[in-house]
């Protein structure tokens, strides 16, 4: 059974760093484009990040380049998502994916999810 757990979320102050871990079983994930998605409360999922197996990477939003940086261990079939100067308005769940390109992934067409981790930020 394909799956993909995400960890590392939690409930921090302003200007605070996270790393969030997707790790994913079932199969080797070492040919598809992995990435992460968010969903504020009340709110539609955004595109975060997305990398590929050769470490090609795009972001979403302006806000998250520079903050957010996304990595992955193809070894240990595992995505990363460090967050740093997390402000408020990142509080939201963060999903894992995978898709078969940059392109659909930020396009929100995955192949697979995660379950989510919620990341809460305090001002």
């Known amino acids: 059974q394909v799956q993909l757990v995400e960890s590392g979320g939690g409930l921090v102050q302003a200007g605070a760093s996270l790393t969030l871990s997707c790790a994913g079983s079932?199969?080797?994930?070492?040919?598809?484009?992995m990435g992460w998605f968010r969903q504020a409360p009340g709110k539609g999922r955004e595109f975060v990040a997305g990398?590929?197996?050769?470490?090609?990477?795009?972001y979403g939003a302006d806000s998250e380049k520079g903050r957010f940086a996304i990595s992955r261990d193809n070894s240990r079939n595992t995505v990363y998502l460090q967050m740093k100067s997390l402000q408020p308005e990142d509080t939201a769940v963060y999903y894992c994916?995978?898709?078969?390109?940059?392109?659909?992934?930020?396009?929100?067409?995955?192949?697979?999810w995660g379950q989510g981790t919620q990341v809460t930020v305090s001002s």
């Open positions: 079932g199969r080797s994930f070492v040919n598809d484009f």
């Open positions: 994916a995978t898709g078969r390109s940059l392109l659909r992934l930020e396009q929100g067409q995955c192949d697979f």
């Open positions: 990398i590929g197996w050769s470490g090609a990477f795009t």
